[in-house]
């Protein structure tokens, strides 16, 4: 019986093609051996190569058991003097006398003018004899930001046991009248609406010039009184964009109207109320400045000039009653037929108030 091989043609090694050089110079049974790869030698033999080796970053000693008994007992002992270090400063900082305040003297005021240096120090009165790192800097600046003429504070430690208070205060622009109880009080105000107290012999010293607010006080929400006082600003620097400085003539401005500035001027005889509204301040008083003169003369009771309409301009007589006239009064006063062409184009009789159309 004769065995017969099953694998296919396909899986036996094809015969190795001889070049012509190959046939002509080398034997018939000579064969070309493969080419090996690097690193073999032979069939499967590859070439060893020294790789070194990594050693750990710990110490053999610290591989045994003791060690790392060892090694934490020294971490636990860094750890624990670290501590004691840490409470010792904080120990010496807390309680030694060097980093107290001793007295007012180490307080330092700084940007008061208005405000004297008592009231600045009223608020650190609990602090004298207390360790400097334990008064609380945010709370006292909060507290001299309450004092009205405080705009904003800045409160820092100097050590070993100083205090730096400095301090920025409003400026006032205008005084005000406070109707109360005890009767009329002159205070003064700033820009953002707050209300600020000075004794009578302080504010005459300062000699400020300003015209006296009305309209706004106390009781009203700071926001309301906010947005008065911006208008009053509007009103005060339009007349004043001329370089003339016109505002030095304003005795008193009612602001108790948004829509109305209403300011009280002297004149020969008698106060004169102007109504100025909201917009145009500049023009509407050129117009009363070139006609005063012309207007006296022609109306001696003439009580308030009403200049918020674009065409024409309104005069108010005073009251012939005995009673003295108010402002309130006079805005109800009959109005004076008079005809101006250099101020209404149509030269319109001003019979009534109402009803006519404002600009």
């Given at each position: 019986m004769?065995?017969?091989?099953?694998?296919?043609?396909?899986?036996?090694?094809a015969?190795?093609?001889?070049?012509?050089?190959?046939?002509?110079f080398?034997?018939?049974?000579?064969?070309?051996?493969p080419?090996?790869?690097p690193?073999?030698i032979?069939?499967d033999?590859r070439?060893?190569?020294?790789?070194?080796?990594r050693k750990g970053?710990?110490?053999?000693?610290?591989?045994?058991?003791?060690g790392?008994?060892a090694?934490?007992?020294?971490?636990v002992?860094?750890?624990?003097?670290v501590?004691?270090?840490?409470?010792?400063?904080?120990?010496?900082?807390?309680?030694?006398?060097?980093?107290?305040?001793?007295?007012?003297?180490?307080?330092?005021?700084?940007?008061?003018?208005?405000?004297?240096?008592?009231?600045?120090?009223?608020?650190?009165g609990?602090?004298?004899?207390?360790n400097i790192?334990y008064?609380?800097?945010?709370?006292?600046?909060?507290?001299?930001?309450?004092?009205p003429?405080?705009?904003?504070?800045?409160?820092m430690?100097?050590?070993?046991?100083?205090l730096?208070?400095?301090?920025?205060?409003?400026?006032?622009v205008a005084?005000?009248?406070?109707?109360?109880?005890?009767g009329?009080?002159?205070k003064l105000?700033?820009?953002a609406?707050?209300?600020?107290?000075?004794?009578?012999?302080?504010?005459a010293?300062?000699?400020?010039?300003?015209p006296?607010v009305?309209?706004?006080?106390?009781?009203?929400?700071?926001?309301?009184r906010?947005?008065?006082?911006?208008?009053y600003?509007?009103?005060?620097?339009?007349?004043?964009?001329?370089?003339?400085h016109?505002?030095?003539?304003?005795s008193?401005?009612?602001l108790?109207d948004?829509?109305?500035?209403r300011?009280?001027?002297?004149?020969?005889?008698?106060?004169?109320?102007?109504?100025?509204?909201?917009?145009?301040?500049?023009?509407?008083?050129?117009?009363?400045q070139?006609?005063l003169?012309e207007?006296e003369?022609?109306?001696?009771?003439?009580?308030?000039?009403?200049?918020?309409?674009?065409?024409?301009?309104v005069?108010?007589?005073?009251?012939?009653?005995?009673?003295?006239?108010?402002?309130?009064?006079?805005?109800?006063?009959?109005?004076?037929p008079?005809?101006?062409?250099?101020?209404?184009?149509?030269?319109?009789?001003?019979?009534?108030?109402?009803?006519?159309k404002?600009?």
């Amino acid at each position: 019986m004769t065995l017969v091989e099953d694998e296919p043609d396909l899986l036996r090694p094809a015969a190795s093609s001889r070049s012509r050089v190959e046939k002509e110079f080398l034997p018939e049974g000579f064969e070309r051996i493969p080419a090996k790869r690097p690193g073999e030698i032979g069939n499967d033999v590859r070439i060893r190569r020294r790789v070194p080796v990594r050693k750990g970053i710990l110490p053999s000693w610290m591989k045994t058991r003791w060690g790392r008994i060892a090694a934490l007992t020294i971490l636990v002992a860094v750890m624990a003097g670290v501590a004691a270090a840490v409470l010792a400063v904080r120990s010496f900082f807390d309680h030694d006398p060097r980093f107290r305040i001793d007295s007012s003297n180490s307080i330092q005021t700084m940007g008061n003018s208005q405000l004297t240096r008592d009231e600045l120090l009223s608020v650190f009165g609990a602090d004298i004899g207390r360790n400097i790192f334990y008064i609380p800097l945010a709370e006292r600046r909060a507290e001299l930001e309450q004092i009205p003429w405080v705009e904003h504070a800045t409160v820092m430690r100097i050590l070993p046991n100083q205090l730096r208070v400095a301090v920025r205060e409003r400026t006032p622009v205008a005084f005000v009248r406070i109707v109360n109880r005890n009767g009329d009080q002159i205070k003064l105000v700033d820009g953002a609406g707050v209300i600020l107290d000075m004794p009578p012999a302080m504010m005459a010293a300062r000699h400020f010039s300003f015209p006296v607010v009305t309209g706004i006080g106390p009781g009203d929400p700071l926001p309301a009184r906010a947005a008065r006082m911006e208008l009053y600003q509007k009103f005060i620097a339009a007349l004043d964009s001329s370089g003339e400085h016109l505002s030095m003539n304003l005795s008193e401005v009612n602001l108790s109207d948004p829509e109305d500035v209403r300011v009280t001027i002297p004149a020969k005889s008698s106060d004169l109320l102007l109504h100025f509204g909201d917009t145009n301040f500049l023009a509407r008083y050129r117009i009363f400045q070139s006609h005063l003169s012309e207007w006296e003369q022609q109306y001696p009771q003439l009580a308030a000039v009403d200049l918020r309409y674009d065409s024409e301009v309104v005069l108010k007589m005073a009251d012939s009653s005995p009673t003295p006239t108010k402002a309130q009064d006079t805005a109800a006063a009959p109005a004076a037929p008079t005809k101006h062409a250099s101020v209404s184009k149509h030269a319109p009789v001003v019979k009534k108030h109402a009803g006519r159309k404002r600009s």
